[in-house]
């Protein structure tokens, strides 16, 4: 006789969730996902907090979580180091800078000289200054997870070669297969 194993949430393994996030066990909730646009990911592949991973490892579908994931576990601290003054002369095209652009809190995008893409958060602007903070946002914060396992499935050939999963009728795969036409990926 034999018996369906259940697919548990493991490496190569397209995993579907749905989860409240908060800030610290009884703080702020800065995230919820639902059944009907659950965040789907491959199990595994780096796309995820390596400590995310750990607590979800080994659960099936329709089975619950509960946990907590200290700072360090998560984004780390705030790390001044990651605070850039960059010369306002830097956001210019054409001589002007786009309207509304250096708004305080804004994220700008901007790439460094060997390709590496990063967000920065604009926390102060003067005449010839604007002052970036590129710590994650939620850098310093003990996360708290609650929510359940909704789908496991064997993640096929071609999610593995693209790094994130197709034909799931969500927008997980990002800008990704767009930007890089060599990808293959025609799941836009």
Do not use: W
């Amino acid at each position: 006789m034999i018996v369906d194993e259940k697919l548990v949430a493991d490496k190569n393994k397209v995993v579907s969730v749905r989860y409240e996030l908060k800030l610290g066990k009884d703080g702020e909730i800065v995230e919820a996902v639902n059944e009907e646009k659950p965040f789907v990911f491959i199990f595994g592949t780096g796309y995820m907090l390596e400590k995310f991973e750990d607590k979800l490892k080994g659960l099936s579908e329709n089975e619950t979580f509960k946990f907590n994931l200290s700072s360090d576990e998560a984004y780390g601290q705030r790390n001044e180091e990651n605070l850039a003054e960059i010369p306002m002369n830097a956001f210019e095209q054409n001589g002007k800078v786009e309207k509304g652009l250096l708004t305080i809190g804004n994220y700008i995008p901007l790439r460094d000289e060997a390709g590496n893409h990063y967000n920065g958060k604009v926390i102060s602007v003067t005449k010839d200054m604007v002052k970036l903070d590129f710590n994650h946002p939620l850098a310093g914060e003990d996360l708290h997870f609650t929510g359940a396992v909704l789908e496991v499935r064997e993640a096929t050939e071609e999610e593995l070669s693209h790094g994130h999963v197709h034909g799931h009728g969500h927008d997980n795969c990002g800008d990704d297969c767009e930007s890089d036409p060599s990808s293959g990926c025609n799941c836009h």
